[in-house]
């Protein structure tokens, strides 16, 4: 560990305030000297010659101080001071700070624990306590953290992250989410903390250019941080870097992955695929298709993608060293003899890396069996890559169930396809992403590109995502990602859509992946969970938890495409309907949801009362309205229209308890009617975003559900089951527009 005089050396020339002090070697000779004749540990009792040379030289670096002042031991086996008794507070002048040291080097020497000296400071004034540290996480490369520090720090843990570089927003945005962030604004007479003062300092160790990219991480912390009125002061830090020093000044070295924001460089070393240069249309949308490993004789996933390819109708190949076709599909000996733009390969892990070097000519191989790094053989993978890179080709996976596109006939999926869209979607699982299609499809959703990456070892995540930014079919991404590898990547790749192509993540195994341990606080506290999090909000993508939201949430920005820079006013959103007890729950779910129900403004009560709405009850939002077999099926669009007339409600939630026109009714009609009423709301409203909730919708006969759905769709409005779907979705559309 770096000591902390040298640290805050570097400090100081960054311009960060740290305290007055000086440093102190342990003198050679007071070592070998014996110990003081009856000193105390921890008092500096005695006279003898080892105390009386370590006294003499802290008192005499300390003569200029001015007290009360700190005395600190540093050394190796000194990460946690506090713990060993290293650290001296309130001490009255440079006579107590020297007998303070000379017990403070017996207790250690007790111990067994050497100290190679010691710092003596002037004590700062009492503030708002806080910590600041980067941590070098193995996935996503550095992270910054900022929270409570001080004995806070772990009995607390309130803390936010966000990954280098920040700007001054996520400083901002970092501290304003702190549990205890009114501690910084001014608490029960006390005055308020300089948080410009506070913001610089984040920018100055994790901000463009700052103290992030000159370090060789390991991990680095401030704690505490003190905050005043009058600025803020590092009192202790602590520097681990990440190797044992390679020949440059101790605690400034260069990093091994400082790559400038935006780049696409793989921060762990790991090939990025070809740069950002690579054109994937071929990969979604090929001339011919090559297909490695079907059987003449006994049926495998060879066979089954040769059908699923033959219903597709895109040129197709089989590759079999002795058949002249396969199922009705000629076949050649090898992929050398293969014409194609993506072969798709589906043979024993061992033979791949054969197979694929015979593809040269070929732009893009996949390969679908598993047996690689994901279980134990990494050396077959990097001779799968290698085996790709000899080629020429790109290679998908692997470990992969391949491409679905529509519009290029590519599918990994059987049955019919769905009609060709603009909603894309990257996942490192083919399962997952297969039942994504086929469920999406089926509310609605339809695709322009679809990947699955398997182990990604490869074509990325992040490099997929960078293309389909600049895709001319592709209008909102869904991501799902089990494997923080090459995270940085990711990270700059979404930094660089951020505000230009709506993300929705779900990520897999959060709170699986186990921690290493960690010296710092900062490191103990940055999780993979946090992470992903703060990945989310820097990118302003939205993090879902399950499939259904992820599903729900693409089909928000499918439907509102047109209107998400929509103009208008207003930050709220409108929930309309029947129920109380709907309604009051409804609120609760938008709230957790982080989203406002602004109330009704008082100028649109009349023309709501003309309406005959609200007579004898108050109104509110969410606003209570007869919504029923019975009802004017006109009723919510007139109500609606009398609202955002006098307050823009940018998003306007619309439910009904589809239960309830079966149970007092016995047809559809007035459900249909409803909803074609609301179409019309929305194509009289190009700048607010509906959003239907058909509360209990599984009440209906079968295809009423479809019905409305399609009603819907006709218009733009998305359709979801329940208020928490929705909820999630205009979330998600709320946070992606905060960044345009």
Same mark, same amino acid.
């Given at each position: 560990?770096?000591?902390?005089?040298?640290?805050?050396?570097l400090?100081?020339e960054?311009?960060?305030?740290?305290?007055r002090?000086?440093?102190v070697?342990?003198?050679?000779?007071?070592?070998?000297?014996?110990?003081?004749a009856?000193a105390?540990?921890?008092?500096?009792?005695?006279?003898?010659?080892?105390?009386?040379?370590v006294?003499?030289?802290?008192a005499?670096?300390?003569?200029?101080?001015?007290?009360?002042l700190v005395l600190?031991?540093?050394?190796?086996?000194?990460?946690?001071?506090?713990?060993?008794?290293?650290?001296?507070?309130?001490?009255?002048?440079?006579a107590?700070a020297g007998?303070?040291?000379?017990?403070?080097?017996?207790?250690?020497?007790?111990?067994g624990?050497?100290?190679g000296?010691?710092?003596?400071?002037?004590?700062?004034?009492?503030?708002v306590e806080?910590?600041?540290?980067?941590?070098?996480?193995?996935?996503?490369?550095?992270? +910054?953290? $900022? @929270?409570?520090?001080?004995?806070?720090?772990? !009995? /607390? &843990?309130?803390?936010?992250?966000?990954?280098? *570089?920040? =700007?001054?927003?996520?400083?901002?945005?970092?501290?304003?989410?702190l549990?205890?962030?009114?501690?910084?604004?001014?608490?029960?007479?006390?005055?308020?903390?300089?948080?410009?003062?506070?913001?610089?300092?984040l920018l100055t160790?994790?901000?463009?250019?700052?103290?992030?990219?000159?370090?060789?991480?390991?991990?680095?912390?401030?704690?505490?941080?003190?905050?005043?009125?009058?600025?803020?002061?590092?009192?202790?830090?602590?520097? +681990?870097? $990440? @190797?044992?020093?390679?020949?440059?000044?101790? !605690? /400034? &070295?260069?990093?091994r992955?400082a790559?400038? *924001?935006? =780049?696409?460089?793989?921060p762990?070393?790991?090939?990025?695929g070809?740069?950002?240069?690579?054109?994937?249309?071929a990969?979604?949308?090929?001339r011919?298709?090559a297909v490695?490993?079907?059987?003449?004789s006994?049926?495998?996933?060879?066979n089954?993608?040769?059908?699923?390819y033959?219903?597709t109708?895109?040129?197709?190949?089989?590759?079999?060293?002795?058949?002249?076709?396969?199922?009705?599909?000629p076949?050649?000996?090898?992929?050398?003899? $293969?014409?194609?733009?993506?072969?798709?390969v589906?043979?024993p892990a061992?033979?791949?890396?054969?197979?694929?070097?015979?593809?040269?000519?070929?732009?893009f191989?996949?390969?679908?069996?598993?047996?690689f790094?994901?279980?134990?053989?990494?050396e077959l993978e990097?001779e799968?890559?290698?085996?790709?890179?000899?080629?020429?080709?790109?290679?998908?996976?692997?470990?992969?169930?391949?491409v679905?596109s529509?519009?290029?006939?590519?599918?990994?999926?059987?049955?019919?396809?769905?009609?060709?869209?603009?909603?894309?979607l990257?996942?490192?699982?083919?399962?997952?992403?297969?039942?994504?299609?086929k469920?999406?499809?089926?509310?609605?959703?339809?695709?322009?590109r679809?990947?699955?990456?398997?182990?990604?070892?490869?074509?990325?995540?992040?490099e997929?995502?960078?293309?389909?930014?600049?895709?001319e079919?592709?209008?909102?991404v869904?991501m799902?990602l089990?494997?923080?590898?090459?995270?940085?990547?990711l990270?700059?790749?979404l930094?660089?859509?951020?505000?230009?192509?709506?993300?929705?993540?779900?990520?897999?195994?959060?709170?699986?992946q186990?921690?290493?341990?960690?010296?710092?606080?900062t490191?103990?506290?940055?999780?993979?969970?946090?992470?992903?999090r703060?990945?989310?909000?820097?990118?302003?993508?939205?993090l879902?938890?399950?499939q259904?939201?992820?599903?729900?949430?693409?089909?928000f920005?499918?439907?509102?495409?047109a209107?998400?820079?929509?103009?208008?006013g207003?930050?709220?959103?409108?929930v309309?309907?029947p129920?109380?007890?709907?309604?009051?729950?409804?609120?609760d779910?938008?709230?957790?949801?982080?989203?406002?129900?602004?109330?009704?403004?008082?100028?649109a009560?009349?023309?709501?009362?003309?309406l005959?709405?609200?007579v004898?009850?108050?109104?509110?939002?969410?606003?209570?309205?007869?919504?029923?077999?019975?009802?004017?099926?006109?009723l919510?669009?007139e109500?609606?229209?009398?609202?955002v007339?006098?307050r823009?409600y940018?998003?306007?939630?619309?439910?009904?308890?589809?239960?309830?026109?079966?149970?007092?009714?016995?047809?559809?009609d007035?459900l249909y009617a409803?909803?074609?009423?609301?179409?019309?709301?929305?194509?009289?409203?190009?700048?607010?975003?509906?959003?239907?909730?058909?509360?209990?919708?599984?009440?209906?006969?079968y295809?009423?559900?479809?019905?409305?759905?399609?009603?819907?769709?006709?218009?733009?409005?998305?359709?979801?089951r329940?208020m928490?779907?929705a909820?999630?979705?205009?979330?998600?559309?709320?946070r992606?527009?905060?960044?345009?």
């Amino acid at each position: 560990m770096i000591p902390e005089h040298e640290v805050k050396a570097l400090l100081r020339e960054a311009g960060v305030a740290v305290p007055r002090g000086a440093a102190v070697a342990v003198p050679r000779e007071a070592l070998a000297a014996p110990r003081n004749a009856g000193a105390a540990a921890g008092a500096g009792g005695g006279t003898g010659a080892r105390g009386e040379a370590v006294a003499a030289a802290v008192a005499g670096a300390a003569r200029e101080l001015v007290p009360p002042l700190v005395l600190k031991a540093y050394g190796p086996g000194l990460v946690h001071k506090s713990d060993a008794g290293a650290v001296r507070l309130a001490l009255g002048g440079a006579a107590e700070a020297g007998t303070a040291a000379a017990g403070m080097l017996e207790s250690l020497l007790a111990q067994g624990i050497t100290p190679g000296g010691f710092l003596v400071e002037e004590q700062a004034a009492p503030g708002v306590e806080l910590i600041v540290g980067v941590v070098d996480d193995p996935g996503f490369g550095p992270v +910054l953290l $900022a @929270g409570l520090g001080g004995v806070w720090t772990e !009995a /607390v &843990r309130d803390t936010a992250l966000r990954l280098c *570089p920040v =700007s001054e927003g996520d400083a901002r945005e970092m501290l304003a989410s702190l549990r205890g962030s009114s501690l910084l604004h001014g608490y029960r007479g006390r005055p308020a903390a300089d948080v410009d003062a506070l913001v610089e300092l984040l920018l100055t160790v994790g901000g463009a250019g700052g103290l992030w990219e000159r370090l060789e991480l390991g991990e680095f912390e401030l704690n505490p941080v003190i905050a005043t009125e009058k600025g803020v002061i590092a009192v202790d830090a602590r520097y +681990l870097p $990440a @190797g044992p020093p390679d020949g440059g000044p101790a !605690a /400034v &070295r260069p990093r091994r992955h400082a790559g400038p *924001p935006g =780049s696409a460089q793989d921060p762990r070393g790991g090939r990025t695929g070809g740069g950002p240069g690579t054109d994937f249309t071929a990969l979604f949308e090929p001339r011919a298709v090559a297909v490695v490993g079907a059987s003449t004789s006994r049926p495998n996933f060879g066979n089954m993608f040769l059908e699923f390819y033959k219903a597709t109708g895109v040129p197709l190949v089989a590759v079999h060293p002795e058949a002249g076709e396969i199922g009705g599909v000629p076949a050649v000996p090898s992929l050398a003899e $293969a014409d194609a733009d993506y072969a798709l390969v589906a043979v024993p892990a061992g033979r791949c890396a054969e197979v694929v070097r015979q593809a040269r000519g070929i732009p893009f191989v996949q390969v679908m069996s598993g047996g690689f790094g994901e279980a134990g053989h990494p050396e077959l993978e990097a001779e799968l890559v290698r085996a790709a890179g000899e080629a020429g080709s790109r290679l998908l996976g692997p470990n992969c169930m391949g491409v679905y596109s529509p519009r290029g006939g590519q599918t990994f999926v059987g049955g019919e396809q769905g009609p060709a869209g603009r909603i894309a979607l990257v996942s490192q699982s083919g399962g997952l992403a297969g039942e994504v299609v086929k469920v999406g499809e089926r509310r609605g959703l339809a695709f322009s590109r679809v990947a699955t990456v398997g182990n990604a070892a490869d074509v990325t995540p992040a490099e997929l995502l960078r293309w389909l930014a600049a895709d001319e079919h592709t209008s909102a991404v869904g991501m799902y990602l089990e494997d923080p590898r090459g995270g940085r990547a990711l990270f700059e790749a979404l930094m660089s859509v951020r505000g230009r192509l709506p993300v929705v993540l779900l990520v897999g195994g959060r709170s699986g992946q186990g921690r290493r341990a960690a010296a710092s606080h900062t490191g103990g506290m940055v999780g993979d969970a946090r992470i992903w999090r703060s990945l989310a909000d820097q990118a302003r993508a939205a993090l879902v938890t399950g499939q259904d939201d992820l599903i729900g949430a693409l089909s928000f920005f499918q439907a509102h495409a047109a209107r998400l820079s929509a103009p208008g006013g207003g930050a709220g959103v409108l929930v309309i309907g029947p129920s109380g007890g709907a309604s009051v729950l409804a609120a609760d779910v938008f709230d957790g949801a982080g989203l406002s129900l602004d109330a009704l403004p008082q100028e649109a009560l009349e023309g709501l009362g003309a309406l005959g709405i609200g007579v004898g009850s108050s109104l509110a939002n969410p606003l209570e309205i007869p919504v029923g077999p019975r009802g004017r099926p006109d009723l919510v669009r007139e109500a609606v229209a009398a609202i955002v007339a006098r307050r823009p409600y940018p998003d306007v939630v619309a439910h009904v308890n589809v239960q309830s026109f079966f149970t007092y009714g016995t047809s559809a009609d007035p459900l249909y009617a409803y909803a074609r009423a609301l179409a019309r709301a929305q194509e009289e409203l190009p700048g607010v975003r509906i959003t239907l909730v058909t509360r209990n919708g599984e009440c209906a006969p079968y295809g009423v559900e479809d019905e409305v759905r399609e009603i819907a769709a006709g218009a733009g409005i998305p359709v979801y089951r329940s208020m928490e779907a929705a909820a999630v979705a205009v979330a998600a559309a709320r946070r992606f527009m905060s960044a345009t």
